[in-house]
């Protein structure tokens, strides 16, 4: 899914006639993408979609497919949106991203439906849900609605990515302690008496509370060693922004 | 009736939706700072749950018997424009509770547990009363749940907290405690 989503990169002449666009050009594509990733992830830093995050993340199957459902309905809302961007009026832009992603969720249930149904039961109506997601609308509202179709499509998969990689953390972790398993392989042998707590609701809540807890002991000791190697890369995304 | 009582305590506190199935997260960790802002909060909430309730079950009798697959979309549709409708008319008709709601009503078109409470709805098949009664009990313990974790946050803040683990990942802690404490209601399902 994610293969044919993926646009090659943007090229410079491919927007020529948009003047503010080229202007941006400034930024290398790869700003864009990897931002999502890890310095601006969408979870773990910017702390929007907890909902699906803690709801989900009990096994890692789970936060497999539901990674991938929000990922497709990200970058294809952040397409469609990017490219009608100069057609949408802005007072009803809100409806009109919300109607955009409510489809692609749509065609994602039906499609998860069809392919995994067991773990789309048990997702229940989290992949509804999605629609509500605070990131996706959050990327259109603030990226999507105003940039060029290729920066925005990097962005959405970007964002994407580091979302699947928020809901991977919490579910190998959720699992292994609370089952004793990795995508339904026992780890330690029979003699582990697992966590259950881990896999219950509670589980959710601390599990993300230590994996906050180890980012921000992560970025404090950071800035000592980062004072060292600003990376360019950032200081010219800022200032485009 | 035995059902309707039934409903009305699992939807409230043995399937809290906010301790329990993590839906509408975002307020219960954003404006759960005082009780008083929790407390109105949870009104707001709970009204809006109603109507859209009532809509929801007017749609599913009617309309989406049609087109089931509309359903996500007719029902995103439905509530945001309800929740536009709901504020301008309390601001019309009440000041007082238009000032005292005012800046939460929009907030709630993105609450997940709206769109969940429907989806539920529509799920379980419930009937318009029961439906009703489903959405007084979630709303009731959305309300708790923000009640309790804004009580617990107001004496934390005279606490000494490590540096490390002030904000999010505190009121992750309590939440988790908070969940932990709900899961003894679980015992009232199977025995009742």
New interface residues.
């Given amino acids: 899914m994610s293969q044919e989503m993926s646009p090659p990169p943007p090229h410079p002449a491919a927007h020529g006639a948009d003047g503010l666009a080229e202007r941006r050009r400034a930024v290398p594509p790869n700003v864009d993408l990897v931002k999502g990733v890890w310095r601006e992830n969408p979870v773990l830093i910017q702390?929007l979609g907890?909902?699906?995050t803690?709801?989900v993340t009990n096994s890692v199957a789970n936060s497999v497919v539901m990674g991938i459902a929000t990922f497709f309905v990200l970058v294809g809302s952040s397409l469609l949106v990017s490219t009608f961007r100069r057609r949408i009026p802005n007072e009803v832009r809100i409806?009109t991203y919300?109607?955009i992603i409510?489809?692609f969720?749509?065609i994602a249930?039906?499609a998860l439906q069809a392919l995994v149904p067991g773990i789309y039961k048990a997702l229940g109506?989290f992949v509804?849900?999605i629609?509500?997601?605070?990131i996706i609308?959050g990327r259109q509202e603030a990226f999507a609605g105003r940039n060029p179709v290729g920066r925005s499509v990097l962005d959405a998969v970007g964002m994407g990515a580091g979302f699947m990689i928020a809901l991977l953390i919490m579910g190998s972790v959720r699992e292994i302690l609370g089952s004793g398993t990795f995508l339904g392989v026992s780890l330690f042998g029979p003699r582990y008496e697992p966590w259950v707590?881990m896999v219950?609701?509670?589980?959710?809540?601390?599990t993300?509370?230590f994996v906050?807890?180890t980012i921000?002991?992560w970025k404090?000791r950071q800035p000592a060693l980062a004072k060292a190697a600003e990376p360019r890369g950032l200081v010219v995304a800022e200032r485009a922004a | 009736m035995g059902d309707l009582v039934w409903i009305f305590f699992s939807s409230m506190v043995v399937n809290n939706f906010t301790?329990?199935?993590?839906?509408?997260?975002?307020p219960f960790?954003g404006v759960s700072g005082k009780i008083e802002t929790a407390l109105r909060m949870g009104a707001a909430n709970t009204f809006v749950l109603v109507m859209t309730s009532l809509a929801v079950w007017v749609l599913n009798t009617f309309i989406l018997s049609h087109a089931p697959?509309l359903r996500?979309?007719a029902f995103?549709?439905v509530i945001?424009s309800l929740v536009q409708i709901v504020e301008m008319v309390i601001k019309k008709l009440s000041r007082a509770l238009f000032r005292a709601l005012g800046i939460y009503l929009p907030l709630i078109t993105?609450?997940?547990a709206i769109?969940?409470l429907a989806?539920?709805q529509t799920?379980r098949d419930y009937t318009l009363a029961q439906g009703l009664v489903f959405a007084v009990g979630s709303g009731g313990g959305l309300a708790l749940a923000l009640v309790l974790m804004a009580s617990i946050r107001e004496s934390v803040e005279l606490a000494d907290v490590p540096a490390?683990?002030q904000?999010?990942?505190?009121v992750?802690?309590i939440?988790?405690?908070l969940?932990?404490a709900f899961?003894g209601f679980a015992g009232l399902l199977s025995s009742g």
């Fill in positions: 702390l907890l909902c699906p803690l709801a409806a919300i109607l409510a489809t969720v749509t249930e039906f109506p509804a849900l629609v509500v997601n605070c609308l707590i219950l609701p509670p589980g959710g809540f601390f993300l509370a906050l807890l921000s002991w404090r | 301790l329990m199935l993590f839906l509408g997260l975002c960790l697959y996500l979309i995103i549709i945001a993105t609450n997940c769109l969940a989806i539920f799920n490390l683990a904000g999010t990942a505190l992750l802690f939440a988790g405690s969940s932990l899961m």
